[in-house]
């Protein structure tokens, strides 16, 4: 009799600690889950041949997220980005460029169209991905948490396209500054180690201080 009553004793404690190793267990993935609603993690976005490709795979990584365009006064920038991802890659860097033609239809043609312009006129090795709307109903999520959690600050006079961008936005909408939207091609997003949005970049910032920042993060 004592046996028996050992062993229920027994029984009913390893019952009462499984629930608590349930419970501790669903607490730490509802915590991963609402960590990541936080980080560009939680997206899963399409590779230029239309595969699925979660951003999950470069965590513990520092990333630049670029809209780019291939027929913009800004493309010759993509000479610039592909130097300095060669020289920061090996350090824990990634690029990732979103090909979008909703800025004066700029990035016309399909993928493959863009990426070989890309490697044949500039050499690019970063990864390149499917194109993408950046604002709007149609906004890819991952554009639109970019946005939803940056600021545009106003673009970096460069002498050249800044005033040009600013007359051209401004005769759109007098109250386009206001909003957090993305300006034009090749407007960058630096992120994280952690996967969170350190900062953004219009068009017509330096890259020599775009490329300052990330060092700093590295």
């Known amino acids: 009799m004592k ?3 050992t062993l229920l ?3 009913l404690l390893l019952v009462v600690a499984l629930v608590i190793f349930k419970c501790f267990l669903g607490h730490s993935n509802k915590n991963k889950e609402e960590n990541m609603d936080n980080t560009v993690y939680q997206f899963t976005v399409k590779g230029r041949k239309g595969e699925d490709v979660p951003l999950s795979l470069y965590k513990g990584k520092v990333l630049l997220i670029v809209n780019t365009a291939t027929r913009c006064g800004f493309t010759p920038q993509y000479e610039g980005l592909e130097a300095m991802y060669g020289r920061l890659k090996g350090k824990g860097f990634e ?17 493959e169209e863009i990426h070989s312009f890309c490697v044949l006129n500039y050499k690019t090795e970063f990864p390149q991905f499917a194109k993408v709307e950046v604002n709007g109903e149609k906004a890819a999520p991952l554009f639109k948490f970019l946005t939803e959690n940056t600021k545009f600050e106003g673009f970096p006079p460069d002498g050249k396209i800044a005033p040009i ?18 300006k034009w091609n090749f407007t960058k997003f ?6 969170k949005i350190v900062r ?19």
Do not use: W
């Open 190 to 195: 630096l992120i994280g180690r952690d996967g």
């Open 165 to 182: 961008l600013e007359k051209m936005l401004g005769e759109a909408d007098p109250d386009y500054a206001s909003k957090p939207s993305v």
């Open 200 to 218: 953004r970049f219009e068009p017509t910032a330096p890259l020599e201080e775009v490329e300052k920042a990330i060092e700093e993060l590295l």
């Open 3 to 5: 046996t028996l009553k």
């Open 9 to 11: 004793v027994l029984a």
């Open 95 to 111: 690029m990732l460029d979103f090909p979008c033609n909703q800025f004066g239809q700029q990035a016309p043609g399909t993928e």
